[in-house]
């Protein structure tokens, strides 16, 4: 049985940092890329960041690009997404996920089976 638990999210001012965490067990973790979504009020889920099972390559949303890094620990099971300058639009329920199939790195939510429980950031003005 695959368990993602997303931890780190809170409340940050504008231009704040924060950085999730999300445990994964139930996969050889290191042959699985992982991915970042967000859903913020009354919106879709969005992608935002993904990182390849190695770390060594990683995607980005544009809204994102510059201000978050995504890496992970193979060695824990961990992936984080480390939010730097965070704006109010930020503001959002933050998920990991696990994709689908070994090695395949994709923006879209359908290419990710188990998905944790969400962490809510929210970025104060």
Known sequence: QVQ?????????????SLRL??????????????????????????????????????YYADSVKDRFTISRDNAKNTVYLQMNSLKPEDTAVYYCAISRAPLKMSRERY??????????VTVSS
């Open 4 to 16: 993602l638990v997303e931890s780190g999210g809170g409340l940050v001012q504008a231009g704040g």
């Open 21 to 58: 965490s999300c445990a994964a067990s139930g996969r050889r973790f290191s042959n699985y890329a992982m991915g970042w979504f967000r859903q913020a009020p009354g919106k879709e889920r969005e992608f935002v960041a993904a990182s390849s099972g190695s770390g060594m390559i990683t």
């Open 111 to 120: 290419e990710y089976d188990y998905w944790g429980q969400g962490t809510l």
